[in-house]
Nanobody, 121 residues
Framework: QVQLVESGGGLVQAGGSLRLSCAAS????????MAWFRQAPGKERDFVAVISRSGETYLGDSVKGRFTISRDNARNTVYLQMNSLKPEDTAVYYCAARQGWGVMPHGVDYWGKGTLVTVSS
């Protein structure tokens, strides 16, 4: 069992920045690929970013050049640095752990409960 707790969400104006954190407990997070997804009101849950056990990263097209995913395995923590935020980034952001490599929500083994990011214009 892995427990994931997100933090760092809040209200920010367009063009601003936020850093989200995901703290993992239970089984070591270093054995999983870690990812971020987001879900806006009335929309499907979409892929944002993923980082492998060794630190390889892949970002969704809509956030490339603006977001950065990183991990600190010693602290069992994953981060999502969000820069140049846009109103369309407004969503609940979910941390996820998965043994496989992919971008589909159905492949996720463990989910956090989410943290809300609101970008005003």
């Amino acid at each position: 069992q892995v427990q994931l707790v997100e933090s760092g969400g809040g209200l920010v104006q367009a063009g601003g920045s936020l850093r989200l954190s995901c703290a993992a407990s239970g089984r070591t997070s270093s054995s999983y690929n870690m990812a971020w997804f987001r879900q806006a009101p009335g929309k499907e849950r979409d892929f944002v970013a993923v980082i492998s056990r060794s630190g390889e990263t892949y970002l969704g097209d809509s956030v490339k050049g603006r977001f950065t995913i990183s991990r600190d395995n010693a602290r069992n923590t994953v981060y999502l640095q969000m820069n140049s935020l846009k109103p369309e980034d407004t969503a609940v952001y979910y941390c996820a752990a998965r043994q496989g490599w992919g971008v589909m929500p159905h492949g996720v083994d463990y989910w956090g409960k989410g943290t809300l990011v609101t970008v005003s214009s």
